[in-house]
């Protein structure tokens, strides 16, 4: 093995990893918020990602120009979620957790259909735009450019998660994690707070979904498994933590990325389910968690 | 002021309140007294919108019937709650600003803040420690001072002094005072019957959900018979 490839992959993890993280902290947002997991995570980035194509499909614009349209849509679509299913949920009396847990489960069930139904099940792809199967070369080692791309924008993502968090906004989202009854005391309807919690976790995976459709195959069940990563990533970092979501995601990336050097590419993921597992066991609420 | 009117309200069947009338007039401080579990904490949690009640209240005149809790603090009902609820991982400082979250847009919205600390000035103190590591006193402090940052006219205090030491108690209860004459109206409910008739213009005795009797604060005080049947003193 010479050091090019390894920093082949060392680069490759990295930007893969911060796919990730966008992805787990649109999921650890929510989660934080409310101990709300959603179930359908994976399908609001199939979403995203169909959105993506679609519309470059239909006007020819470039994806990174759909961007923020994707975004409006997703948070609009965050807040419907809310409000349609998830307030409802918080109000049943009985076996509430099974409630919270199948109502966002048979959610996705309901958007993988929808998607079925619609794009049928082959796999598509973004073939054109401004990054489309381009690379960069720094240092020597060929860098795809819709990854690169990608990276950029969700650590731009993180900022603004970040300055969202300091503001007055982030402070009233922070008073109702730590307690949903006591901020009416203050005048703040928490059933607003929820609905833009779940708005911005939703434009979260968002940006994740429209940046991975530049270079990733698009499907219905193409999100199940960052889904799957995103809990595992989630779990990691600790829950609600956002920058515990983006140390653990750029882990997993490189985790993934070093276990394809030395395993088969189809067992990729043992590694990171490992060392998931020994964090569970020693550190059971992350890396970043709070107890 | 403020008016209930025959206010009942039950937790699963279990009767906490049972045909509630009482008055409180602006810029009157009155006195809610009575055993625990007589239902003074189910009394300011009714007016404040977080229990359903049958019966009416009418705040200024207007009915708080199906008015969310939240409103009900933006229409200038402030409550300061048993165990105080404050926001333990944030900030002095942050708690109290949140106070003013639901005045974004009034510019003079954290003016109240001299106001808070002038009567707490242990809270400019700390402002940046964390409210969760604060003593229990320093936490009454803040839980008012948040709560007088949302600018009511009714101030509603459960058991202020709870938990807190003597010295602290007495601060508090002059800060009580010098809110009232800002013109805040306030409801007081306490254990401490001797320091919360002293300071209360008028007093509601509850017994087991039910008005027992009612007046000048300084009658019922100096009634033996209130003490023994209902107070347990
Ligand atoms: N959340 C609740 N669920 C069920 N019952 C409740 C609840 N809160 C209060 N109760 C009951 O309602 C009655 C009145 O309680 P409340 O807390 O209003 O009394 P209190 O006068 O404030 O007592 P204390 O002086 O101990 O604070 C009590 O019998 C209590 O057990
Ligand atoms: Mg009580």
């Known amino acids: 093995m010479t050091a090019d490839i390894l920093l082949q992959a060392v680069i490759g993890g990295l930007l893969m990893g911060l796919i990730y993280a966008l992805v787990a902290a649109g999921l650890s947002l929510i989660f934080g918020l409310m101990d709300v997991v959603n179930f359908a995570h994976g399908e609001l980035l199939m979403v995203a990602m169909f959105a993506t194509f679609s519309l470059w499909q239909l006007t020819g614009l470039d994806p990174l120009m759909v961007l923020p349209l994707v975004v409006v849509l997703m948070f609009a679509l965050g807040v419907a979620i809310y409000h349609g299913l998830i307030a409802r949920a918080l109000t049943v009396q009985f076996n509430r957790g099974m409630v919270q847990i199948f109502v966002t489960f048979g959610l996705g069930i309901f958007i993988r259909g929808l998607a079925q139904f619609f794009y049928g099940g082959e796999f598509r792809s973004i073939t054109g735009g401004m990054v489309a199967n381009r690379t960069v070369q720094m240092a020597g080692i060929y860098v795809p450019l819709p990854q690169f791309a990608a990276s950029l924008v969700c650590l731009g993502a993180f900022a603004l998660l970040l300055v969202i968090s300091r503001t007055e906004f982030g402070r009233a989202l922070e008073a109702t994690r730590e307690d949903r009854d006591a901020v009416a005391l203050i005048g703040i309807n928490r059933d607003h707070i929820f609905a833009i919690g779940w708005g911005l976790g939703a434009a979260t995976v968002g940006i994740a979904g429209v940046m991975l459709a530049t270079f990733y195959y698009v499907s219905p069940n193409v999100g199940a498994n960052f889904a799957t990563i995103a809990y595992v990533t989630v779990a990691l970092g600790g829950f609600g933590s956002l920058g515990g979501a983006l140390v653990a995601g750029l882990l997993i990336g490189e985790i993934e990325a070093l276990t394809a050097l030395v395993l088969e590419p189809s067992l990729k993921q043992v590694g990171m389910f490992v060392v998931y597992l020994a964090v569970v066991l020693f550190r059971p609420r992350g890396l970043f968690g709070r107890l | ?233």
Do not use: C, W
């Open chain 2, 1 to 233: 002021m403020l008016r209930l009117h025959d206010v009942s309200a039950s937790y699963r069947g279990l009767k906490a309140l049972q045909g509630v009338s009482m008055d409180v007039g602006k810029g009157e401080v009155v006195a809610v007294v009575g055993a625990n579990g007589a239902g003074k904490s189910t009394l300011l949690r009714a007016i404040a919108g977080q229990v359903a009640t049958t019966g009416s209240i009418e705040f200024d005149g207007e009915s708080l019937a199906h008015v969310p809790a939240h409103m009900v603090t933006r229409r200038g009902i402030s409550l300061v709650p048993e165990g105080r609820r404050l926001f333990p991982r944030l900030s002095v400082e942050d708690n109290l600003r949140l106070g003013a979250y639901s005045k974004r847009g009034d510019f003079d919205r954290f003016a109240p803040l001299e106001l808070v600390f002038s009567l707490f000035p242990r809270l400019r103190e700390r402002l940046m420690q964390r409210a969760g590591t604060l003593s229990g006193g320093e936490q009454q402090m803040l839980a008012i001072g948040r709560a007088l940052m949302t600018q009511p006219r009714l101030l509603m205090l459960d058991e202020p002094s709870q938990g807190i030491m003597p010295k602290l108690v007495d601060d508090i209860f002059k800060a009580i005072l010098r809110i009232r004459r800002l013109d805040v109206t306030i409801l007081l409910v306490e254990q401490r019957l001797a320091e919360s008739l002293e300071i209360a213009d008028r007093a509601y005795v509850l017994q087991t959900g039910r008005v027992v009797m009612s007046g000048p604060a300084k009658q019922i005080a100096a009634d033996a018979a209130v003490r023994q049947a209902y107070l347990g003193m």
